[in-house]
Structures are given as structure tokens and as C-alpha cells.
């Protein structure tokens, strides 16, 4: 791209090759993100858009990175060169129409401690962004904490997903991974790793649910009546529309914290490692604050006798082991505290460690070890994390809500039976995800909430009734969500397609023991019988569907897990790192219900360390295989929605290409001296343009790209050779949540042939 690179604060707006000049919406919209996925967009993107521009698609770019996001919300801070517009709010709007087009790569969904490292970041940059207020003192400080709460956590998705998910591994893709099998640690039958879990009194237990009726529906709000009567209102307006599915229930503080005193002993006893799994960036209300109980609970000797001096200070253990362990050590009586903790750690047992070099642990961060990869990763690994002692241990993975742990439980369970998974053989579990408009966004969204002071915590709907109620006490997490009826209908009839697509087994993951799945098979039931398909579906508890899938796909067959929204996140990461190795690279389809599309490009769970690794070693090994699939999916939905034949042969010719960078084993590897990202971007490139030279259904593309093929072949090696030149080194990219754009483009795009040839087009 001439201008401005993809990594400048206004990248996104009239960059002379961009085609959203003059207000135009592009054929196709890019999204820029954070951390690994955005530094490989600066290579790939250009390649994708002169590709593009060359069968008259339009490919532009919006900004939804963290940084981006941060920026747009506070522009009279700013100077006018500074500001930008809300993209995710366009975007926003954009998915409800049906010309959407929009490929979406995995951005941060922002814990407390990356939203405070990118405002940092922002303001040695000469942003003018105000500090987060962690406890906001005034009305300013609270309007200040509204906005950045806006922006925390999965703020992203639920504004985007208009549609609901069909995710599955792309037939070359799985081809790959069938002939080229990852590595998979051994089970031992006698394996002391166990998923441990709240009996009751957590968010499963208590939870209440209701369809509601038209009388019912409308402006309803959420209070918190007190032993005396006096009533705090937790939220004054949530609206809701006739047959939406309604939920609430809370979890108890003080069996939260029985428990995890309970697992502490029992982990210690038993000699494995102690381990919490949670999500606190999706889950970005309830989630840090049961991990800062974690935190408390394994160093409560140590708060029992300093808890007051650290509350005095405005140290809360909600944000980790290790920022709490910083901010003690600028206390006057810090070193006193910090012998404290150690004597604790001394006597606890070992903890699960995300970095055992840098003696970075389980409990430090708490978007550190997030579920959804963390526990599959284990699972992977024959039941094994790493110890303090940099070897692989039996670990106890604790999750305390018992909503969904079922599924782990039952995976380390049946892999104790019977032995790792064979990649070679194995078949593959699709999901079919209910997340449209919100759907199920638990935790994560306004209607959580710790609560202040013992009460019943209620839910008035608009005509006055009160279905929804809990006695709550001080310090219980207390959560709504809701789910609307056209979501759920269109969740169904998705099933049904892919199911018919497929012909395979295909399975409902709902517990009529829990009031919110039973609510769901009310819906489900009808709309299969109408349909004439209720033989070909099966209803189960996710415990039982875990066992059934994991029979089905070691046969070799294969099925489509049916699920809600956050089950849906959980699995679609848990079956494809056990099938593929790694989630990234799963084909993410989101047909929006207003007829456009969205294509996710894979999980961003080990963006970090890859950034980090780039940095020291100037060696990006992010696979953007999820990038190529979706590019496929999308301009082959350009090509339906808009009868654009070209759109259709360039799909069908990155197709082509993304089997030849498998095939060829062109994807990035781990080490300096191998394929990385950008070698990989050039492959790409040239197996495409190959593609699209050999092709005989469009000449004006043939011969658009025959040169451009010659050109890539003959220059192979002087391009791969510039590409590593400086692999071994440091890379500097000026930043990390915003990155220098020219510093950017330099190390991303450093192969001047390359950029020559692609100029051409």
C-alpha cells in the first residue's frame, strides 16, 4: 500500500490504494486487529487487495484493534490528525445489511491490565487518553469507566455477530493435518489430572429462566431489594422483545472460596499441580473477579493479616498475582508483605506456569490462561502442564462454575480410557453456534454484577412481573442474559442445513436439567418436527454429547456439535486443537441474518507469544491459513451475491492456492532459519497467481496473471532472500498495541521484489 500503512492511527481512511475513497463501501471489508494476526496483515493485505483490484473487487480496511477502538472513544481529547471515526459502530450497522462482506480476524478481547498497558502505551504516544478509573471517585470518573467498560472484554463480537456461527476444518485443511499429524502426548490410565468443580451454589445451580410473553416484554429493569426494604437499582432499562429466553443466577462468594480452599488442600495432598481456567476477557465482568478470588484464597494467610493495609492502598487481586505482587513492592511495609507471600507460596502447591522461564504463573494474569485454549492444550498434551521447574507435571484444572466443565471432565476422563486421539485417522466435529445478536453473552455485557450488600436481587419486567429473583449476599456474582427468539429459529434451520449438507451425525448439546437449555428445547423441538428431520437430531447434555463425539470421530466419522454461544467457543476450540493441532485454522463461516456474511479467521490465543518472538528474533511464525480460507469463502459469496464471475475464479483459485501452500508444507514454522509468515504470504501469492494463470475460464485474468506468475517463479530466491536477512535480530515495531506504521511495513514488508511485482497489478 502506497500512504499510510495498515498500522497508522488513520490507515483506514483515504490511503491512496484504498478503495473506500469517496465514501464508497468496499466489495470486501479487511478487518485490522492487534498483536500477530494485524503484524501479518500488513504483509498479506496487499497482496490480497492488488489481487483483488485486478477482477474489480474492492477491498478495504476498518479499524477494530484495541488501540483503534480506544482512540475513537475519546476524540475531544485528541487533536483533530489524531482522531478517527467508530468503526466498530459502522461495522455495526454494516452486518445488518445484506450487501455485508466482511472478513473478521480475532482481535483482543481487553482484560483490564492490556486495556491500562494500551492506554500507556497511547499516551507516551502523545494521545491525550484519561487513565482508567479502577475506582471511579465522581461523576467524570464514572462517565470516563463507562466508556472504557465499553470497550473491554468481547466488546467486538457481540456487536458484530448479526448471525449465527457454522464453524468446521476446511477439507484441505483437514486433508493436511490427516496426512501430516501433529504431535499428541500419551495418556496414562493412571493419570492424577482431574477438572474439579462447584457441587452447587454457582451459576448452573441457581440459574432461573423464562420465555416471555408480549405482556412481558418491553423496558424492564434490574434491582436489588435490601433486608429493610430500600431498593438499589442495578440497571434501570434492559428491553426485551416477546419470546426472548431470559436468565439469571448468581454464584456465592462464600462457596466460591469454600471450594477453592477445598482444591487448594485437595491439589496439595494429591502432588500435582494447581491450575484455575476461566475467561476473563470474554467473561469480563464475572471472570476477574472469581480469579481474584483465586488469588485470595491462595494467599489468604497472607491477606488475613495485610488485606487491610492492600485495600487502604486500592490493590485488588482481580488483576492477578502479578500486578498485585508490583504494586505491594512500592508499599512502605512491601518487603514485609512480599516475605509474607512467599512463606504462603513456600506451603501451597506448585502452580501451573504459563512461562516457567519467567516464572510467569496460572495465577498472574487473568487473561493468561483462557479456557478455551488452555484446557485443550493440556488435554493435547496427554494431561500434562508445566511446573515451576520448567517439567511437565499432572495438573488439577479448576473450573468453578460446573455449567460447562462437564465437557473437560468427560474429555480427560475418556482419554484416560482409552489413549490419545490419532490425528491421522480421526474425524472432525463441526459446530453449529448460537450467537446471533447477543445471544447468551454471559458474563461479558452490563447486566453483571458484584453485588453490594445482602438483598434479593430481581428482575421487573415491563408489566410489573418478577419471575427472575435470588436472596444474594455481599460479594455474589449475580448475572443475566438473554437470548431473542429470531436468533434461536435461525440457529435451528442452520442445523438443519448443514446437517442435510453433511448427512452425518449431528447433536443438540442441551441439558433439560438446566432452565435455560430447557427453555431452548421448547424452541428446538417444534421447529425439527415442522421440518420432518427430528430422527436425524439428537438432544444430550453436553457431558454425554463429549463422549459420543470423541466415539464418533475415533472411528473416523464425523459429527456437527449443536450449541449456544459460549459452549460454542469453548468446543470450537477443543475438537479442532485435538483433530488439527491448533483452532487458527478453522473455516468460520457467520451468515448473517439479514442476508450478508462474515468470515472469522481463527482463534488469537497464541498471538502474544508470537509478537514476542518476532520482536526478539525477527521470525513471525502466525499461520494465516484461517486468513486463506476465508478469504476463499468470501469472494465466493462476492461472486453469489453480486454475480461477479471473477470473484468466483479468484475464490476458486485461493482454493487452489491454500492446498498448494499445504501441500507443499509452505505454512510458517517455528524457528529461525524456517518458513515464517511472510515467506508463507509469498507462497501464497504464487501458488494463487499459478491458480489463476493456468485457469481457461476468464483470458483477461490469464493474462493479467501469467506475468505476474513468471515474475514470482523467476524471483523466488532473491525474494526469499530478502525476506531473511534479518531473521536472528530484534525487530523494532515502534509499539505493541499500536504499532509505528513505516517500522511496521519495513519488517513485514521486506522484500522490495515482492512489492515491485505486486505493484504491477
Known sequence: MDGKGLNSPDSHLKDRNSPMTNNATPDIIYTKVDEAPQLASVSLLPVIQSFAKAAGVSVGVKDISLAGR?????????RPDQRQPDDLAELGQLVKSPNANVIKLPNISASVPQLVAAVKELQAKGYAIPDYPQDPANDAEKAIRARFDAIKG???NPILREGNSDRRAAVAVKNYAMSNPHSMGAWAPDSKTIVSTMAGNDFFSNEKSVTLTAEQAGDARIELVGADGSITVLKDKVSYTAGTVVDATFMSAKALDAFLAEQITLTKDAGILFSIHLKATMMKVSDPIIFGHAVKVFLQPMFDTYGATLAAAG????SGLGALLDQVAALPQGAEILAAIDAVMAERPALYMVNSDKGITNLHVPSDVIIDASIPALIRAGGKGWGPDGKAADTNCIIPDSSYAPIYDESVAYFKETGALDPRTAGTVQNVG?????AEEYGSHPTTFEIPHAGTARIVFANGDIVLEHAVEAGDIWRSASTKQAPIEDWVKLAISRQKAEGCQAIFWLDAARAHDAELIKYVEPILAAAGVADKFQIMTPRAATRVSLETIRKGKNSIAISGNVLRDYLTDLFPILELGTSAKMLSIVKLMNGGGMF???AGGSAPKHVQQLAEENHLRWDSLGEFCALGESLKFLAETKDNDKARILGNAVDRATQGVLDNNKSPQAKVGQTDNRASHYFFALYWAQALATQNEDSSLLATF???A??????????LAELSTAEGKPADLGGYYLTDADKTESVMRASPTLVKILSVL
Do not use: Y
Open 70 to 78: 480506544i482512540i475513537a472513544a475519546f476524540p475531544e481529547n485528541l
Open 434 to 438: 448460537l450467537m446471533a445478536q447477543k
Open 154 to 156: 468481547s466488546a467486538v
Open 710 to 719: 513468471r515474475a514470482l517463479e523467476e524471483n523466488e530466491a532473491a525474494i
Open 600 to 602: 472469522e479467521t481463527g
Open 315 to 318: 490493590i485488588s487481586p482481580n
Open 706 to 708: 501469467a506475468p505476474i
